[in-house]
């Protein structure tokens, strides 16, 4: 109730979870999964959030015995990560800063006897894994065969839209930045975010038009909220599709 008035646009931790259990209705994962993810508890904990749609759907409408274990950033702990992961599933899901990340695969290489055995999904929404370097690319004398231990793993990402209107909303929002702000953009994923902002600006925007021309408020949050709903459009980011 405390919520009516609020729409969320863009990805959303849920459908994460949808997409993890899509992933394990098709290859027939029924029985575990162990979700790891990094906490520090101090900040807005963007890696429990981000990991909390799978844990919750998995172990809600799949039935699996689903275990979390959060991590912090001192390397001396990440070997009971290791431990965790032998011990409690297979199926594993990483969410955490990239270096983290890195730094637990390192470990899992020379612990881990048969990573054949393992499928590691690691969540990097924004593809930062692959923005240079990728992984099993990687020459360090840390690693004895990068090829070998990625094999195990799948990086799970945002899509970004293919559309010719977010390739001109993608141009425009960088022009912007860098006139305005005097900011240069790289193209990423995280462009995707400003496109779900624009289009859910818009979504308020016709939402508002439509309670004002019936004579409605501006201050009607209710009805405002509620043409929102069961809304389908085109948008900068694609079709735009609400509950």
Not at 85 to 102: A, H, Q, S
Not at 103 to 130: H, R
């Amino acid at each position: 109730e405390e919520y009516r008035t609020i729409v969320r646009s863009g990805p959303t931790t849920t459908k994460l979870g949808e997409f993890a259990n899509v992933l394990h209705t098709h290859f027939n994962w029924t029985s575990r999964a162990v979700v790891i993810f990094h906490d520090l508890r101090q900040d807005d904990r963007p890696h429990y959030f981000l990991s909390e749609g799978i844990f919750l759907k998995l172990k809600g409408e799949m039935n699996i015995t689903v275990e979390a274990q959060p991590y912090e950033d001192d390397y001396k702990y990440y070997k009971d990560l290791i431990s965790f992961m032998k011990e409690r599933g297979r199926i594993v899901y990483i969410c955490g800063p990239l270096v983290t990340f890195l730094n637990i695969m390192k470990l899992f290489q020379s612990e881990i006897q048969d990573p054949e055995n393992y499928a590691i999904f690691y969540l990097d929404v924004f593809a930062d894994s692959l923005a240079d370097h990728k992984p099993w690319q990687n020459s360090d004398a840390d690693w004895a065969d990068t090829i070998k231990v990625f094999k195990s793993v799948f990086v799970i990402t945002y899509r970004p839209p293919d559309n010719p209107e977010y390739k001109d909303f993608q141009r425009r929002l960088h022009a912007r930045a860098q006139e305005e702000f005097g900011v240069d953009l790289e193209p990423s994923l995280k462009d995707y975010i400003a496109g779900c902002f624009y289009d859910g600006f818009v979504l308020y925007a016709m939402a508002l038009e439509e309670t004002l021309a019936e004579g409605g408020a501006q201050n009607d949050g209710i009805n405002i909220t509620m043409r929102t709903q069961s809304r389908h459009f085109w948008g900068v980011t694609g079709l735009v599709s609400t509950d």
